[in-house]
């Protein structure tokens, strides 16, 4: 059974940097595919970026394109958000999510909530204007 944590978030100013972490557990985390998604209050969960296994390929929400920036380091199991020049409709609930693909599957991307079996359980970001 695959786990993952999201840490890091919190509270930024407009034009500010946050920093995101994700860590995988209970499974081999080069095996995935990775997604960041968002929930802000009264909205539908949304997709920001996603990262495929080997890393070589990522996508991003038009709304974040030029300021977030995804990574991934498969020694530390871990997947990255970074995200700069944030804006206060950036505020949101920060999910991580994973799929697990076939040997074969290095360079898939998935930007659709269902697309992604496993959850974090969130992490708080909120932007002050």
């Known amino acids: 059974q695959v786990q993952l944590a999201e840490f890091g978030g919190g509270l930024a100013q407009t034009g500010g940097s946050l920093s995101l972490s994700c860590t995988v557990s209970?499974?081999?985390?080069?095996?995935?595919?990775m997604g960041w998604f968002r929930q802000a209050p009264g909205k539908e969960r949304e997709f920001v970026v996603a990262v495929s296994r080997n890393g070589r390929r990522t996508d991003y929400a038009d709304s974040v394109k030029g300021r977030f920036t995804i990574s991934r380091d498969n020694a530390r199991n871990t997947a990255d958000l970074l995200m700069n020049s944030l804006k206060p409709e950036d505020t949101a609930v920060y999910y991580c999510?994973?799929?697990?693909?076939?040997?074969?599957?290095?360079?898939?991307?998935?930007?659709?909530?269902?697309?992604?079996?496993?959850w974090g359980q969130g992490t708080q970001v909120t932007v002050s204007s």
């Open positions: 209970g499974r081999t985390f080069s095996n995935y595919a």
């Open positions: 999510a994973a799929r697990e693909e076939p040997s074969f599957a290095t360079s898939e991307i998935y930007t659709r909530v269902y697309d992604y079996p496993a």
